[in-house]
DNA sequence: CTGTGTGCAAACTCTTTGCATAAGT
DNA sequence: ACTTATGCAAAGAGTTTGCACACAG
């Protein structure tokens, strides 16, 4: 169950916010616990507020958000690149890539097995390559459309 | 020279909207000139707006939202998935990818031979693949990196 | 204690919308 | 003429920031 923080999650969160030079404070743990306690994630501000609140930890969302921001740049965290308004952060680190379900907005992480793999093209001059997003968009088939 | 609309080129694409079912306006055909009428762009509002302000052609920036909404939506353009506030949208409607210059925020087309090609996942239960976005990021070699 | 973190509200950026005017067919 | 597009300014969404108070070490 997730909204229940074990001792030893308390205590790799702690350990990954110390790693990370961030002071494990109330709220900082807590966002941790629920970022951190199950498997990947990926959310937006609003969600993780909307869930932190629903889990009767008072946070305000301008913390979520300074809260994510700081995770992302101590590499905890890991923005998703997805059109439109809404940022995306992925729990997730390594380097894998996303199915996108067009319909309702969720992401999903693909199977580090089923990876799709790519012959790279090469970058120009004096560049190189950082990092390869892929985005895999899905849409529901037609479940009217027998054929 | 770009800024110079040839009368093919407002041929083309007073035909681009008029298959869209939209008329033909000053700038409509105006964004479109400048759209359409050099090679691929990677365009935001913002710059769009610039440009056609600087090629004298009074236009607001609401229009040129609209307008590339409208586009987008006919199928002339294409929204890129990039994080970050800015939407960027792509003259080239075809099956391609990019390369993102993160230093500057450019988006460059990958050369279709260069292509990447990738063995895709299969997708989940009633899912299938709208389309597939890669995104190769790239940053400059460190130059006082000799080695 | 001393300094960093948090909450709140206000500021900011990007994008969309409502309504009166202008332009297209 | 009749309808659709445009411009402007205001509204909206998402995100960031400044400052006083609270908490961690």
Redesign the pocket.
């Known amino acids: 169950m997730r909204f229940m923080s074990s001792a030893a999650d308390q205590d790799r969160v702690a350990g990954m916010l110390k790693g990370a030079g ?7 743990m807590a966002l941790g616990a629920l970022l951190f306690g199950g498997g990947d994630r990926h959310l ?3 969600m993780l507020h909307l869930e932190a609140i629903q889990s009767r930890i ?13 995770f992302t740049e101590a590499g905890l965290l890991r923005e998703v690149a997805i059109e439109g ?3 995306y952060f992925d729990t997730n680190i390594s380097d894998h890539h996303h199915f996108y379900f067009e319909r309702d907005g969720v992401l999903m992480d693909i199977e580090h097995d089923g990876v799709s793999l790519l012959s790279l093209p090469k970058p120009p001059d004096g560049m190189e390559i950082s990092r390869v997003d892929v985005l895999v968009r899905l849409v529901a088939k037609n479940p009217n459309e027998t054929r």
């Open positions: 961030l002071r494990p404070t109330r709220q900082r937006t501000a609003e008072p946070v305000s969302l301008a913390t979520v958000y300074n809260t994510l921001r700081q308004s809404k940022t």
